[in-house]
C-alpha cells in the first residue's frame, strides 16, 4: 500500500511539473492581453497572402508570405489587435479609409510567450507606401525612406505584394533592440525571397529548421 501511494506521489509530482510551465505561459499570455487592452482578430487574406519587410529603415530584403511566416515560429499563434486600434480602423473604414495598422502575432511556447507586432500597408504603390512616411515624419522621410521608395517600386514591379513590415518582437515582457530582419534569419534560418538592394529575386521563402 505504502509503495503505491508513493508511486501515486511520484506520478503526480511528474505530471505538474509537465503542466505547470504551459498553465504559467498561459497566463502570462492572457496578463498580456488583458494589460495591453488586446482582442483575438481574423486579419484579411491579403495581408496573409502578403510579403513583408522586417527593417523600418533600410531594408535589405523581402520576406514572406506572411502566412508563410508564422508556420515558421513554431507553438500556438494567435493574431492580436489592440481594442483602440480596431474602433480607430473601424472608424476609417466607414469614412472609406484604409489606414496602416498595428497587430501582434502571439506565439506561446512551453516557456514563454513572444509577440511579432507587424504593421499592415494596405498601400498599391511604393509612392502610397512613401506618402505615409511623409505624412509622419515630414520634410526628414526623403532622407529616411527616399531610397527603399525605388526598391520596393521594383519589388511590385515582379509581382510581390508587399503588404506588411515586421516592426519588432516582445519577449518576456521586453521588446527586443534587434531588428528583426537578422533576428528571423537567424532564429529561423527564413530565407529572403527578394533583394531589394539589387532589385531580384532570390531562392525559395521559408527554409525550416
Given at each position: 500500500?505504502?509503495?503505491?501511494?508513493?508511486?501515486?506521489?511520484?506520478?503526480?509530482?511528474?505530471?505538474?511539473?509537465?503542466?505547470?510551465?504551459?498553465?504559467?505561459?498561459?497566463?502570462?499570455?492572457?496578463?498580456?492581453?488583458?494589460?495591453?487592452?488586446?482582442?483575438?482578430?481574423?486579419?484579411?487574406?491579403?495581408?496573409?497572402?502578403?510579403?513583408?519587410?522586417?527593417?523600418?529603415?533600410?531594408?535589405?530584403?523581402?520576406?514572406?508570405?506572411?502566412?508563410?511566416f508564422v508556420q515558421t515560429v513554431g507553438g500556438k499563434t494567435t493574431w492580436?489587435?489592440?481594442?483602440?486600434?480596431?474602433?480607430?480602423?473601424?472608424?476609417?473604414?466607414?469614412?472609406?479609409?484604409?489606414?496602416?495598422?498595428?497587430?501582434?502575432?502571439?506565439?506561446?511556447?512551453?516557456?514563454?510567450?513572444?509577440?511579432?507586432?507587424?504593421?499592415?500597408?494596405?498601400?498599391?504603390?511604393?509612392?502610397?507606401?512613401?506618402?505615409?512616411?511623409?505624412?509622419?515624419?515630414?520634410?526628414?522621410?526623403?532622407?529616411?525612406?527616399?531610397?527603399?521608395?525605388?526598391?520596393?517600386?521594383?519589388?511590385?514591379?515582379?509581382?510581390?505584394?508587399?503588404?506588411?513590415?515586421?516592426?519588432?518582437?516582445?519577449?518576456?515582457?521586453?521588446?527586443?533592440?534587434?531588428?528583426?530582419?537578422?533576428?528571423?534569419?537567424?532564429?529561423?534560418?527564413?530565407?529572403?525571397?527578394?533583394?531589394?538592394?539589387?532589385g531580384r529575386r532570390l531562392g525559395s521563402a521559408v527554409k525550416t529548421k
Amino acid at each position: 500500500m505504502f509503495k503505491r501511494l508513493c508511486l501515486a506521489a511520484s506520478m503526480i509530482m511528474l505530471a505538474s511539473l509537465i503542466v505547470t510551465p504551459a498553465a504559467v505561459t498561459g497566463e502570462s499570455a492572457q496578463k498580456f492581453r488583458q494589460e495591453n487592452g488586446l482582442l483575438a482578430y481574423a486579419p484579411p487574406s491579403w495581408f496573409l497572402q502578403g510579403y513583408f519587410i522586417a527593417r523600418e529603415r533600410n531594408p535589405a530584403y523581402l520576406f514572406g508570405p506572411v502566412q508563410d511566416f508564422v508556420q515558421t515560429v513554431g507553438g500556438k499563434t494567435t493574431w492580436l489587435i489592440e481594442d483602440a486600434e480596431l474602433k480607430r480602423i473601424e472608424r476609417a473604414a466607414t469614412e472609406g479609409d484604409n489606414p496602416e495598422y498595428s497587430l501582434f502575432l502571439e506565439v506561446v511556447l512551453p516557456e514563454t510567450t513572444e509577440y511579432w507586432v507587424f504593421v499592415v500597408l494596405p498601400h498599391e504603390s511604393g509612392q502610397a507606401w512613401f506618402d505615409a512616411r511623409r505624412a509622419y515624419h515630414g520634410r526628414k522621410a526623403e532622407d529616411y525612406y527616399g531610397k527603399t521608395q525605388g526598391e520596393l517600386e521594383t519589388a511590385l514591379s515582379q509581382g510581390f505584394k508587399i503588404k506588411a513590415e515586421l516592426r519588432f518582437l516582445i519577449e518576456k515582457g521586453d521588446t527586443c533592440l534587434q531588428a528583426p530582419e537578422g533576428l528571423i534569419m537567424s532564429r529561423y534560418e527564413l530565407q529572403p525571397v527578394f533583394d531589394l538592394g539589387g532589385g531580384r529575386r532570390l531562392g525559395s521563402a521559408v527554409k525550416t529548421k
